[in-house]
């Protein structure tokens, strides 16, 4: 069976490594991205995927763009709440825009998307929902107190839907990727990137097809009796 599926911000970095990995897989995937129509044409013409824009910080929108990929492709099986952005500074720089729009978009993201796909899935007896947070929710990072918080917020939001899905067959679990080599990392400037790095044992950044396989174990039928964890996958950076 060829389950459809969403990833959301689902066109670069780790979300275009997840799409690809799932459409590897059979799954049919649909890849949701915000910005960027040039990059999503770019995509869908090198892989295949088709590619639909909404802003997932955006309820009304979530609503919609999840109805449009269901009549286009079939009811939603899977979605992967990969999207995220960051806007990093010291809280004293920090303001309120910086701070809403980090939760509107990660956290408000993964609570949008269930809304709009979580019901059928329970109707259906079957589900895959995939958060991906990060080891700075686990951890705290300094000039993160937004992004941290959301994406603390995102493992907490993981383990409450879980409870909720179990007994209709609907797994719900996240992923903590640690620092992985995408354009997100590549925007932390050079000289604090190499004091990361340097408390990385494996002593590398992770690349987006790591965290890919992850999100596809998850997804699995096979995954059934996982719900409610969450994968660390930071080349041994945090652990705990
Ligand atoms: N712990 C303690 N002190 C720190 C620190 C840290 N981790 N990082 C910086 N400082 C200190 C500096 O030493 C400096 O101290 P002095 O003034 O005494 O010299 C002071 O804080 C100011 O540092 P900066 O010059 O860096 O300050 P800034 O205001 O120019 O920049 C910042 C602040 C924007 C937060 C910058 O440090 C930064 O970008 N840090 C990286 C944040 C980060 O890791 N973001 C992750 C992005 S990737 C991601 O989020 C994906 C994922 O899930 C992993």
């Not at 066109?11 to 690809?20: K, W």
């Not at 993201?109 to 700075?136: D, H, L, P, Q, Y």
């Not at 994406?151 to 609907?170: C, D, M, N, P, R």
Request: glycine content about 14%; proline content about 2%.
């Amino acid at each position: 069976m060829s389950r459809v599926t969403i990833v959301t911000g689902g066109t670069r970095g780790i979300g275009e490594a997840i799409s690809l990995a799932l459409r590897d897989l059979g799954y049919t995937v649909a890849a949701n991205y915000a910005g960027n129509d040039e990059k999503a044409k770019a995509f869908t013409d090198r892989t295949g995927i088709k590619a639909y824009k909404w802003d997932v910080g955006d309820h009304e929108a979530c609503l919609a763009g999840c109805a449009q990929v269901a009549a286009d492709l079939g009811p939603i099986d899977v979605i992967v709440n990969n999207a995220g952005i960051t806007r990093d500074g010291v809280l004293a720089r920090m303001s309120f825009d910086d701070w809403n729009e980090v939760m509107r978009i990660n956290l408000g993201g993964c609570f949008n998307m269930a809304k709009a796909t979580f019901g059928g899935m329970r109707e259906r007896g079957w589900g895959r929902i995939v958060n991906i947070g990060s080891i700075n929710g686990q951890a705290g990072q300094y000039g993160q107190v937004n992004y941290a918080a959301a994406k603390s917020g995102i493992h907490g939001f993981t383990k409450a839907l879980a409870q909720e899905g179990a007994k209709y067959g609907v797994t719900v679990n996240a992923i903590a990727p640690g620092y992985i080599d995408t354009d997100m990392v590549a925007a932390v400037p050079p000289q604090v990137l190499e004091k990361i790095v340097a408390r990385i044992p494996v002593g590398r950044l992770g690349q987006a097809g790591e965290i890919a396989r992850g999100v596809a174990f998850l997804c699995s039928e096979e995954a059934g009796f996982v719900t409610g964890s969450t994968l660390s996958i930071n080349g041994g950076q945090h652990m705990y």
